[in-house]
């Protein structure tokens, strides 16, 4: 470790003393920043009551992340499990908990399944040029969005037409025969809007048999019936073939999966009077996934097949009470359907109702406080609320505190997976609860610093573990109680124009209650550094590190730690007029570390990729 950082201070060094000028930049905390996933209003950053982060599509594209599964991860608190090669399974999980305790969102529109109540981040329908930004919420969420945000909420934004047309090319090119190509055009003609997006990954992997071919379509439309009201209609798909080459403990050299998933959204926003605002959605999910286990390998049997479907919507309204309340309140109705030849044929509905008052006490202070009662057709129901505090001092100081309850319902998977001679599900399982705290604040120095810190805890009750049986059988049940606590330090530091240096480091400590020791394969430490700079002619280089460091025991692989680092460097142009152009250099684990965030399933080594993208 001290050969590490030795070499991470003199490539911070170099690249502080080669780049220099002026320009502007944005860093990854945004004071002034709007967000709408903390509450379902337009809220500034600073006056959330949770902790919340926004990732901008400045950052997005000039990050050397080469998916959003990557660049989250950057996030204070995140951790996104990846099972190694591009187009491989990515989960995310906030603040020690597991993938299926996390809502993903797109546009504000859940799109977590119901049989493995996960997202696999690798199956985003959208590219990364279409993204406007990322809002990471963490923390209890349940109280405004139900089921499945029981670590927290990410909700993933795409960029909105304007009246000026925008067209955005791009290819890029790397090791293992790593391409992608993309196209995406928007824009807003009078009273109508319209945008389409096309792009194309594949790469033959690093490991055999983990090559992979992705195709991403989507396009949306929509009409301004007055200037404070639209509808929108919005459809996307993406459709995927990949290799699982398995563990390297169980290797399967011919196992083959591919993914088909599409979305449909039908919406309407606007104003009913100067206090009133009606929003609704309708939404359609349809998830296919064919897995194909060989003849070879581990895993080799039978070919099976799932398709999930969810078909919902949602019915919100805001009032502005008077000049001291915002209030919220909506009503929510899903219905799943499974149809699996591994699992068979199962469905399920669930609604919801919520509540919630954003209240202006004094002008220092405001108070948030809500209520969801969720009622499903297999388990029982659930009453979830959520309360919190800002107050705001002199000095651009901020103090937050939050409490709420959240959970995680049962999956398909959990509930009736078929009785063999190995396993079997159980459909009498509960769902995971949990209840959560945050105590927080945040600075700004001026132009020169921006700081921000949360200590947090959170016991979850009734946990869903698969563990043998006394007829030898794995079964799920609600045996398990944890706590979980730690802290979260995020600061960007800006010494001159055009510089700024984002740091952000996470503590957790995961109990199992049962016998008082650390869960293990979780994150201990977690740290994310980096520099970036953009000078006045069109030049940008970026350099950023993670640091991870994991509970791990005698009988575990999973490296105790690991740091990697990556870089790009881009240069901006002017081709003619309107037609500007960037090309860019990229370079991650660029130190060629061995490592895993998975057990058993290993990272890419270093690997350089080039491209080019024309904006006009």
Do not use: C
């Not at 009606?278 to 998830?287: C, K, S």
């Not at 706590?483 to 952000?504: Q, S």
């Not at 081709?575 to 570390?593: C, H, I």
């Amino acid at each position: 470790m001290k050969k590490l950082g030795k070499g991470w201070v003199l490539v911070l060094m170099g690249v502080w003393l080669i780049f220099t000028g002026q320009s502007a930049w944005s860093a990854d905390v945004h004071v002034g920043q709007v967000v709408v996933t903390a509450t379902k209003t337009e809220v500034e950053i600073s006056d959330v009551p949770q902790a919340t982060s926004v990732i901008t599509k400045e950052e997005i594209m000039n990050t050397p992340d080469r998916s959003v599964a990557e660049v989250i991860q950057r996030a204070a608190g995140v951790e996104v499990t990846q099972y190694g090669p591009v187009g491989a399974v990515a989960l995310p999980k906030i603040r020690g908990s597991e993938s299926g305790q996390v809502l993903i969102l797109l546009n504000g529109r859940r799109i977590n399944d119901a049989q493995s109540g996960q997202f696999d981040l690798s199956n985003l329908p959208v590219s990364k040029d279409e993204i406007e930004r990322i809002e990471i919420l963490r923390g209890a969420a349940s109280a405004l969005y139900g089921a499945d945000a029981l670590g927290g909420v990410i909700n993933i934004i795409t960029k909105t037409p304007s009246k000026v047309p925008y067209t955005r090319a791009s290819a890029s090119y790397g090791r293992f025969e790593t391409q992608e190509y993309s196209l995406f055009h928007q824009w807003k003609l009078g009273p109508l809007a319209y945008g389409v997006s096309l792009s194309k990954e594949q790469s033959r992997g690093f490991r055999e048999n983990s090559d992979a071919d992705k195709w991403t379509v989507g396009g949306e439309v929509g009409y301004e019936i007055t200037p404070e009201s639209e509808v929108k209609l919005a459809a996307r798909m993406i459709q995927k073939e990949i290799g699982v080459p398995g563990s390297v403990t169980w290797p399967d050299p011919d196992d083959r999966q591919k993914d088909q998933n599409t979305l449909l959204d039908l919406s309407y926003q606007g104003k009913i009077t100067s206090r009133l605002a009606l929003n609704f959605r309708g939404f359609h999910n349809n998830y296919r996934r064919t897995f194909d286990p060989g003849t070879r390998g581990f895993s080799a049997g039978s070919p099976f097949l799932h398709k999930n479907y969810a078909t919902g919507g949602e019915l919100q309204t805001t009032y502005a009470w008077g000049d001291a309340h915002l209030l919220t309140g909506g009503a929510e109705f899903i219905q799943d359907r499974l149809n699996s030849s591994a699992i068979g044929v199962h469905e399920a509905t669930r609604g919801a109702i919520y509540l919630q008052d954003e209240i202006e006490i004094a002008k220092p202070l405001t108070a948030t406080i809500g209520l969801r009662y969720d009622s499903h057709s297999i388990y029982k129901d659930q009453l979830n609320p959520r309360a919190g505090a800002v107050l705001r001092l002199p000095g651009d100081t901020r103090l937050r505190a939050s409490v709420g309850r959240s959970f995680r319902a049962p999956t398909f998977d959990d509930l009736f997976w078929p009785e063999d001679a190995w396993m079997a599900g159980n459909p009498n399982l509960q769902p995971e609860k949990a209840w959560s705290y945050e105590l927080g604040g945040e600075k700004k120095f001026g132009d020169l610093a921006f700081f921000r810190a949360a200590g947090f805890y959170r016991r979850v009750e009734d946990l869903i573990i698969w563990q043998m049986g006394s007829d030898w059988k794995f079964r799920p049940n609600n045996v398990k109680t944890a706590d979980i606590w730690g802290v979260e330090t995020e600061m960007v530091f800006y010494p001159f124009k055009g510089l700024a240096i984002p740091l952000n480091y996470t503590y957790l400590y995961p109990r199992d209650t049962s016998t008082g020791e650390p869960i293990i394969l979780k994150p201990k430490h977690m740290v994310n550094a980096g520099i970036e700079y953009a000078a006045a002619f069109g030049l940008k280089a970026s350099l950023k590190g993670r640091y991870v460091q994991f509970y791990v025991n005698e009988t575990t692989t999973l490296n105790r730690d690991y740091f990697v680092a990556d870089a790009r460097v881009s240069y901006e142009f002017k081709v003619w007029q309107k037609l500007k152009g960037e090309a860019f250099l990229s370079l991650t684990n660029m130190l060629d570390r061995d490592y895993q965030i998975n057990e058993g399933y290993p990272m890419p080594p270093r690997s350089l990729s080039g491209g080019v993208s024309f904006v006009f």
